[in-house]
């Protein structure tokens, strides 16, 4: 859909090589690289306007596999052109923006919410969603590695089997947060 916003959109992937943080603030080393794709307000030039799927020539045939889509569907989806540029320079209309984490669903992937990230940096908002690569569906890293989930999918469990696989990925996924929080001096500017 067409911003409603005031800004033109820019995005980006990086990859913070982090520890995370535990809720006593301990860190749980080695290091982890984290994928995270930003939405922020641009000053757009010539930037070419980002796909759906960043990496697809990788992503396309993973995703497929792992969601069980026909590849021809997830290509088309990948081919679609988002309304943000690629790589462009963060707008200097304002000193500083309100910066928003989001965290995308259990067995997904950060893209999932696209028009609404988007739409929230058209608003004067960055946004930096995380890529949970051990519990996403499937992560491409910005070098084309290919990392799978490692959580299990609580089928035919019950309530409490299901609360306790989820959770424990729960707490993964708050340490990895905290650690991107503790390391924002690493972003990109």
Request: with cysteine.
């Amino acid at each position: 859909p067409p911003l409603e916003g005031e800004f033109p959109v820019g995005t980006r992937e990086f990859v913070l090589h982090v520890c995370m943080i535990e809720r006593d603030d301990s860190t749980s080393c080695p290091a982890t690289d984290i994928l995270i794709q930003a939405w922020y307000p641009a000053m757009v030039a010539d930037e070419p306007l980002a796909p759906y799927i960043m990496n697809s020539d990788r992503a396309v045939p993973a995703i497929a596999e792992r969601s069980g889509a026909p590849e021809f569907m997830v290509r088309k989806i990948a081919e679609m052109e988002t309304n943000a540029r690629l790589n462009a320079a963060l707008s200097p209309a304002r000193k500083h923006y309100p910066l928003l984490l989001f965290s995308h669903g259990y067995h997904s992937l950060r893209m999932q919410n696209t028009a609404l990230l988007e739409q929230l940096a058209s608003d004067g908002n960055i946004v930096f969603s995380i890529q949970h690569s051990y519990d996403a569906m499937t992560t491409i890293m910005p070098n084309g590695k290919v990392i799978d989930s490692m959580a299990p999918v609580p089928e035919n469990k019950s309530i409490d089997e299901d609360d306790a696989i989820r959770g424990s990925w729960t707490n993964r996924r708050i340490g990895e947060v905290r650690a991107v929080l503790a390391d924002l001096g690493d972003a990109p500017k």
